[in-house]
């Protein structure tokens, strides 16, 4: 399954780009979310994995809910879906609803949400993103943080590691 997600996602991600950084094929971003939740947080449950692998092809893709519980299985779409944001929406309107929405998730989802975040602040603050200014980058960290403190006590491996990435982006601004 987690193999189908990668040439699923694989095909799905192709000519896409990692935040307007054309060395960086977009399908790296959802392969390091899946490698962050297996090796930082220990999680092997294959559906949880491949949501991971697919967790940005409903929102930034032609992929629907459907197809993903046709191609793989009810909980799989379910997931990826929960971690979507409504496209329709206003970016600031989307970036309020992630925050809001994030005590509603479920557990395997607000896993996915936490290492998502990890590794944005990571591309961001590191050497992947190169073209942000300060205040894009402040304000990323500063909601990302925002988006995690409403999902503490969901698995304290992650959200340490998030935390420990937050503090790092901080001083690398
Ligand atoms: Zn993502």
Redesign the pocket.
């Known amino acids: 399954m987690i193999l189908k997600a990668a040439k699923f996602a694989s095909d799905k991600h192709k000519g896409q780009f990692r935040k307007g950084n054309l060395n960086t094929p977009y399908i790296n ?2 392969i390091k ?1 899946a490698y962050v939740l297996e090796k930082v947080g220990g999680v092997s449950d294959p559906e949880t994995i491949a949501a991971a692998i697919l ?2 092809v409903i929102e930034d893709t032609d992929t629907t809910h459907s197809d993903l519980r046709n191609i793989f299985n009810e909980k799989v779409a379910d997931l990826v879906l929960e971690v979507s944001d409504e496209k329709d929406k206003p970016r600031d309107e989307r970036k309020a609803m992630q925050i809001k929405n994030a005590s509603n998730l479920s557990y395997e989802a607000k896993l996915i949400r936490i290492a ?1 975040k990890i ?2 602040i990571q591309d961001i603050c590191g050497a992947d993103i190169p073209n942000w200014s300060y205040e894009q980058k402040f304000e990323y960290l500063e909601w990302a943080k925002g988006v995690v403190d409403q999902l503490k006590g969901t698995h304290k491996l992650l959200e340490n590691h998030f935390f420990d990435e937050h503090r790092w982006g901080r001083l690398k601004l």
Do not use: A, K, L, S
């Open positions: 971003h959802p979310v967790h940005d998502d590794c944005n």
